[in-house]
C-alpha cells in the first residue's frame, strides 16, 4: 500500500509537481499566507460560516423548521470528528508517506509532518462541515463547500499531500456526514427540540424576538364591531 503514487509518470505525481510548483514561483509572503491559510484560515473560515448559518436558521418563525435546521447543523462538527476518526485506521492501514518524503524538488511550507499522508484531515474536515451545512442551508453550504476545495487545494500547495489524499478526504467527510445523517437527525432533533422549550437555553434554537412575534395573537372580529355596525350607531 506505501507504494501508492510514487512513479513519476502517474497522473498524481505529476499534479501535485503542477501545483506545488506555483509555491516555488509565488512570493514569498505568498507563501507564508497559504501556510497559515491550509493549515489554520480556512478551518477557521469554516466555523465561521458555520456560526452565521446558526444564526441565520435561529431566526425561523417556524419552531419545528428551527429545530430540524439547528440540529442538522450540530451534526455537521460531529460528522467531522468521526470521519477524523475514521481515518486513523485508514492512514494507519494505507501507511502512505508524505511526498517530499518520496519525491525531490517539492517547495514544502510546513514542517514536522511525519505522520502518514492517506487520507489527509484537514480535508475530510472541511468536506464534512461543508456537506453538513450544505444538508442544513443551501447557501452557506455552497459557502462551506467552496471553501473545503480551497483546502484541498492548499494542502497539494503545501507540498504536504497527494491530490488523491484531498479527494480520499472529500469522499470520506462527505460519506461519513450523509450516511449517518438520518441516524443524527433521529437522535439529535428530541435533544434539539427539548433545549429550544428551555427557558435558559431556548435562544440556541430559536431567536426570542422571533418567538414572541409569532406568539402575538391574531385578535378576532368580535360580533357586531364590524363597520356596518359603526355606521348604525353614527346614524342613530
Known amino acids: ?63 419545528e423548521g428551527a429545530v430540524s435546521a439547528v440540529a442538522a447543523l450540530v451534526w455537521a462538527p460531529l ?24 519525491h525531490t524538488g517539492l517547495d514544502v511550507l510546513v514542517s514536522g509532518k511525519t505522520d502518514f499522508s492517506f487520507v489527509s484531515d484537514h480535508a475530510t474536515l472541511a468536506m464534512a462541515l461543508g456537506a453538513g451545512l450544505f444538508v442544513t442551508h443551501r447557501k452557506f453550504g455552497l459557502i462551506a463547500l467552496g471553501l473545503a476545495v480551497a483546502e484541498g487545494f492548499c494542502r497539494v500547495f503545501m507540498g504536504v499531500h497527494y491530490p488523491t489524499d484531498v479527494i480520499g478526504g472529500f469522499a470520506l467527510g ?29 435562544w440556541l434554537v430559536q431567536s426570542r424576538r422571533v418567538v414572541a412575534v409569532a406568539a402575538v395573537p391574531i385578535p378576532e372580529p368580535r360580533p357586531g364591531s364590524g363597520s356596518g355596525s359603526d355606521h348604525r350607531d353614527l346614524a342613530a
Open 174 to 202: 462527505t460519506a461519513v456526514t450523509l450516511l449517518l445523517a438520518p441516524l443524527a437527525g433521529m437522535l439529535l432533533t428530541p435533544v434539539v427540540r427539548a433545549v429550544s422549550r428551555s427557558e435558559l437555553l431556548g
Open 79 to 102: 460528522a467531522a470528528g468521526i470521519a477524523v476518526l475514521v481515518n486513523i485506521p485508514i492512514r494507519g492501514f494505507v501507511e502512505r508517506p508524505r511526498p517530499f518524503v518520496e
Open 1 to 63: 500500500m506505501a507504494g501508492l503514487a510514487m512513479d513519476g509518470s502517474n497522473p498524481d505525481v505529476s499534479l501535485l509537481y503542477d501545483i506545488n510548483g506555483l509555491a516555488k514561483d509565488a512570493p514569498g509572503w505568498v507563501d507564508r499566507a497559504m501556510e497559515f491559510v491550509g493549515e489554520y484560515g480556512i478551518l477557521l473560515a469554516l466555523v465561521l460560516v458555520a456560526l452565521w448559518c446558526w444564526w441565520s436558521v435561529r431566526r425561523q418563525a417556524d419552531r
